[in-house]
């Protein structure tokens, strides 16, 4: 005999507490974000290849552009080598690149009918969001790996202390998280992958340049200066380094690095959140 | 208690009024059926009935809440299977499922059985740990529906169920379609525009025609009210709607080019 839909207690005829908080005591919305990442993971698990194609870019930056750079001393890094310095720079831009393009995910969904799905279920719009955020940063912890590996090779000095380990992973999390969301907000306004294709590769690299990814801020002429002071990536970057590195220092503080990575990812749900369900209209 | 219940519900896009003071009701355990022309506004009462898509005006309780006020209940209550493909092809069926059992809080002890239970409900026990891009449109459908059913909802939406499937991948879908209301007792709502799928599945059929209700009840009493001898269901719709064939409103390029392409992959 089938299961009948009366042996299950109807979804309506809870209390408001048990709508919001699954049995375990963990908060729902996690649980349904940590199930979008599990449904990024599974899918890597099965195509493994883009993670591979995903390691050129950054080996070119660190084989070529960092090492010319090392040699010819063209930018002061102060008592660190250039390639020590470049090295968090090309992590942080290598999870930027996924991350600014993740938007396109979404588009393709709609394309499918699978945001129509997903819009439909219990889960909430900023549980969809942070979801999609996180399975970002699943996607820039296996960069980490990646880039690790690399600089490891080049002879980067590396902090390998477990904490500082753990340290760059968050901030990963969180800077793949701040630009998945932003590139999501693009997507639910463009709604088309042409578009949303152009307006990711104008926004990529002046994030890029207008950070302190390849030189330090103090190098920038004022106008500059400004704009890397309000780029996220700045402070993402700041922070892998003082982290990544042996030796590597903060200019604004770890603290006020994820202060800022954390704010920014909290407004940038917000509105995401709200433009979402464009998507489906 | 009704299971959808729509009172002067209405959705203007601009100047353009897609649907225009729609009442209904259905009532649990009902195959309801929403036919009409492309462009009818079918898809948009299913999106507002979904919480898709807020109306201009008007209102609509669904399996007892208020789409506007309770959408969050309204979600827990229902399932959907859109028109367009709503499965993630790089993940196996069973992945499939499993992914939606957890976005749906279907709880941890009844999951696994759960599962089992969908994939036998669809037939794809056999199939379940192929990637679903290896899937035929048929498999890919049936699939859809079991992921729908997994929380057991009161009210499950399918939108065009069969379109672009063979005549025996829709006997499929048919006889899951009745299984959900026979056995598990719930309330289906479905747009088509296939007559013989309405007069086949449905106990009652509302025919839409450019957003107002043209026609409403059953096959039969339909099929009566053109007062024509044999008359059928294509008739009465011709009749209704005054497209018997070319429909004027056939949706934009990029609606057609979406469908067709989904159609290749369905293929």
């Known amino acids: 005999m089938r299961e009948t839909i009366a042996t299950y207690p109807e979804p309506g005829a809870t209390s408001p507490a048990s709508v919001d908080r ?31 194609t995903r390691a050129v870019q950054p080996a070119l930056w660190l ?117 998945s969301t932003f590139s999501l907000i693009i997507a639910c306004i463009v709604k088309t992958r042409e578009r949303f294709m152009g307006i990711g590769q104008i926004l990529t690299m002046p994030l890029f340049f207008a950070s302190n990814a390849m030189y330090p801020v103090a190098l920038m002429p004022d106008w500059l200066k400004a704009v890397a002071h309000i780029n996220p990536l700045t402070y993402e970057v700041d922070a892998i380094r003082a982290l990544m590195i042996q030796g590597g220092a903060t200019a604004y503080g770890i603290g006020a690095d994820f202060a800022v990575l954390t704010l920014a990812l909290a407004l940038l749900t917000t509105i995401s959140s709200r433009l979402y369900p464009n998507l489906a209209r | 208690m009704t299971m959808v219940e729509t009172s002067g519900l209405a959705r203007r896009f601009g100047r353009l009024t897609a649907v ?172 088509t525009h296939y007559m013989e799928e309405a007069e086949l599945l449905c106990g009652r059929i509302m025919i839409l025609n450019l957003g107002r209700v043209a026609a409403a009840g059953s096959p039969a009493e339909l099929k009566q009210s053109i007062q024509q001898p044999d008359a059928t269901l294509d008739m009465v719709f011709a009749h209704f709607t005054g497209h018997p064939l070319e429909a004027e409103h056939e949706g934009n390029y990029r609606d057609i080019s979406r469908t067709r392409r989904n159609l290749a992959r369905l293929g």
């Open chain 1, 63 to 179: 084989l070529v552009f960092g090492e010319v750079f090392t040699r010819i001393h063209a930018i002061p890094t102060g008592d660190l080598r250039y390639l020590d310095f470049l090295a968090p720079g090309v992590l942080a831009q290598s999870v930027l690149f996924i991350a600014i393009f993740y938007g396109i995910s979404v588009i393709w969904e709609r394309d499918l009918g699978l945001v129509h799905k997903l819009l439909v279920s219990p889960a909430s719009r900023a549980a969809l969001v942070l979801g999609k955020a996180l399975s970002a940063g699943v996607r820039g912890l296996s960069q980490g790996f990646i880039v690790y590996g690399l600089a490891w090779l080049l002879g980067v000095k590396m902090n390998w202390h477990p904490l500082a380990l753990l340290g760059v992973a968050v901030t990963v999390l969180l800077g793949a998280a701040v630009f």
């Open chain 1, 22 to 52: 699954s049995c375990g005591g963990q908060p729902r919305w996690l649980g349904q974000c940590l199930t979008l990442a599990e449904m990024e993971l599974r899918k890597l698990r099965r195509d493994p290849t883009e993670l591979l």
């Open chain 2, 20 to 191: 225009d003071g729609l009442n209904l009701a259905v009532g649990p355990g009902e195959i309801f059926g929403l036919l009409g022309p492309n462009g009818a506004g079918k898809t948009t009462v299913i999106k507002m009935l979904t919480t898709l898509l807020p109306p201009t005006a008007g209102t609509a309780v669904v399996a007892g809440y208020d789409v506007r006020r309770q959408p969050a209940r309204v979600r827990a209550s229902i399932g959907y299977v859109p028109q367009l493909i709503s499965v993630d092809g790089a993940l196996s069926g069973y992945e499939n499922l499993l992914i939606f059992a957890k976005l749906y809080g279907v709880p941890r002890a009844v999951r696994r059985g759960r599962i089992a239970d969908a994939l036998d409900f669809a037939g794809l026990s056999e199939a379940a740990r192929r990637e679903v891009r290896g899937y035929s449109g048929g498999m890919v459908r049936r699939l859809e529906l079991a992921m729908a059913m997994l929380h057991r909802p009161k009210v499950l939406f399918l939108d065009e169920p069969t379109v672009g499937l063979d005549p025996v991948a829709r006997q499929a879908v048919w006889q899951q379609v009745r299984l959900l209301a026979r056995e598990y007792g719930m309330t289906l709502f479905l747009t």
